[in-house]
């Protein structure tokens, strides 16, 4: 079945790179997303990659893929304290499917 | 961007009793909606797909006689507790794709805090 696995915590220094990996089964998967939630807040899709690319950076944020491995990483540099959230790893096999998300992996930023 | 609302909030109920929850894409439509469900510190739950004019699709284990989803139109689903338990509480999200476009993106609701004592 479905399934998405990352590490719970992560604690990084202020204006460090944070990098925080995410692994999945489903070699169908076409969409693989990263989504923040801050306390008490909703969902903020971060940024997204299509299971056909390997790499895509936007601003602060590098996505890496790699699709043999079924692994996905981001990379957060220069990571400062609003950073802090919980970072969520999903995917799905079509835009409009359900959307299978990993435990969440959060982020304590250090001073 | 696409907009999703939900109404209410948060709530908070007493045991026995049934909750509806809201979920409305308020500038396009949807013929599917999904309902999650996310307990304090963990994962969103994916509960079931609402699809519009016909029944919802339950994930394994969601009791769908316990949690009713009507998606009467293209912009509204809702979400119903029945005879709601203090296990029950819980954070409802909601989220929609936009019908017919070309994107990868599907839009959340700011989630429904259900507190039932």
């Known amino acids: 079945g479905e399934d998405v696995e990352q590490s719970l915590f992560l604690s990084v220094r202020e204006g460090d790179s944070s990098v925080i990996n995410c692994t999945y089964t489903?070699?169908?998967?076409?969409?693989l997303y990263w989504y923040k939630q801050e306390p008490g807040a909703g969902l903020q899709l971060l940024t997204y990659i299509f299971s056909n690319m390997d790499m895509k950076q936007d601003q602060r944020l590098t996505v890496l893929l790699n699709k043999k491995d079924k692994h996905l990483s981001l990379r957060i540099a220069d990571t400062q304290t609003g950073d802090s959230a919980i970072y969520f790893c999903a995917e799905s096999i079509r835009r409009d499917d359900k959307i299978i998300f990993g435990k969440g992996t959060r982020l304590h930023i250090l001073p | 961007g696409a907009v999703v609302s939900q109404h209410p909030s948060w709530v908070i109920c007493k045991s026995g009793t049934s909750v509806k929850i809201e979920c409305r894409s308020l500038?396009?439509?949807?013929?599917?909606m999904f309902w999650y469900r996310q307990f304090p510190k963990q994962s969103l739950m994916l509960m079931a797909t609402?699809?519009?004019?016909?029944?919802?699709?339950?994930e394994q284990g969601v009791e769908k006689d316990k949690f009713l989803i009507n998606h009467a139109s293209l912009t509204l689903s809702t979400l119903t507790v029945t005879s709601a338990h203090p296990e029950d509480s819980s954070f409802y999200i909601c989220?929609?794709?936009?019908?017919?476009?070309?994107?990868?993106?599907?839009?959340f609701g700011p989630g429904t805090r259900l507190t039932v004592t």
């Open positions: 489903d070699s169908s998967s076409t969409y």
């Open positions: 989220s929609a794709g936009p019908q017919g476009e070309v994107s990868y993106e599907q839009y």
């Open positions: 500038d396009f439509q949807a013929t599917t």
């Open positions: 609402s699809n519009e004019g016909s029944k919802a699709t339950y």
